[in-house]
């Protein structure tokens, strides 16, 4: 299996993560969970493979952090390829990003279909779901 995405367009971040694991034979997929191995982003992936595209004013009101660190973790899942994102007006939308290989597809599926389920997960989606309004989901937008 071969990954695409982790060539010349990874960031600085994910550089340094993959210069860690080189001469592994599975450097992108250790980066892929070197990216995930932080609980915070786990818990977006987890928060975006439910509720899909998602203003991250929302995703900070769901996760109960400032949105300045979500923007953070955001932007490492972004630089590894796990994220997409969309700017409306002044701001941001976040969706998992399409999955470019099997690997991929299976965590995808894990998170929608088994991590969910977790206390801490069920917690972030009700808190989700009490901020929301259509469109940006949190009130505060």
């Known amino acids: 299996m071969h990954c695409r995405g982790a060539g010349p367009t990874i960031s600085v971040d994910m550089r340094i993560y993959a210069r860690e694991v080189v001469g592994s034979g599975m450097q992108e997929e250790a980066v892929l969970f070197k990216?995930?191995?932080d609980p915070t982003r786990l818990r977006l992936a987890v928060l975006l493979a439910v509720s899909g595209e998602t203003c991250v004013c929302?995703?900070?009101a769901a996760l109960d952090?400032?949105?300045f660190?979500?923007?953070r973790h955001l932007a490492v899942m972004r630089s590894a390829g796990v994220v997409q994102a969309r700017r409306q007006g002044t701001w941001m939308h976040y969706s998992l990003s399409s999955p470019r290989n099997r690997l991929e597809q299976c965590l995808q599926a894990c998170?929608?279909?088994c991590l969910a389920g977790q206390p801490v997960s069920r917690a972030d989606l009700k808190r989700l779901a009490e901020a929301g309004l259509p469109g940006?989901?949190?009130?505060a937008c």
Do not use: G, W, Y
């Open 35 to 37: 990216v995930l191995s």
């Open 111 to 113: 998170f929608s279909e």
């Open 69 to 71: 660190k979500i923007s």
């Open 65 to 67: 952090e400032p949105q």
């Open 58 to 60: 929302a995703l900070s």
């Open 136 to 139: 940006c989901r949190q009130r």
